[in-house]
Nanobody, 126 residues
Framework: QVQLVQSGGGLVQAGGSLRLSCAAS????????LGWFRQAPGKEREFVAAITWSGRRTYYADSVKGRFTASRDSAKNTVYLQMNSLKPEDTAVYYC???????????????????WGQGTQVTVSS
């Protein structure tokens, strides 16, 4: 199976930046998607971004386009989410997830992913 370990969360002022990391180990996928989701208190889990394991394709939620960038380091088997121009509404627990399928419809849903990181808190102060 796949294990996902996240790091990089924290507290930042509005307009600032953070970079989240998601390191994969175990039986990683050679294809499919690495997704980023977030969940704020009282809200449903929300899709943020996805990237193929190859790094050749990315997909973003409209709410983060132009501000967030997903990337990968194949040597480290790690995927990153660079978050710029952060807003208070970005405050949430952020999760990375791994799944075997790349489909721009289903990767927006949690059902497309088999493995999940532990989550990391991102807090953006106003």
């Amino acid at each position: 199976q796949v294990q996902l370990v996240q790091s990089g969360g924290g507290l930042v002022q509005a307009g600032g930046s953070l970079r989240l990391s998601c390191a994969a180990s175990g039986r990683t996928f050679s294809s499919g998607a690495l997704g980023w989701f977030r969940q704020a208190p009282g809200k449903e889990r929300e899709f943020v971004a996805a990237i193929t394991w190859s790094g050749r394709r990315t997909y973003y939620a409209d709410s983060v386009k132009g501000r967030f960038t997903a990337s990968r380091d194949s040597a480290k088997n790690t995927v990153y989410l660079q978050m710029n121009s952060l807003k208070p509404e970005d405050t949430a627990v952020y999760y990375c997830a791994a799944g075997p399928t790349w489909n721009t419809i289903v990767i927006r849903t949690s059902a497309a992913y088999d493995y999940w990181g532990q989550g990391t808190q991102v807090t953006v102060s106003s």
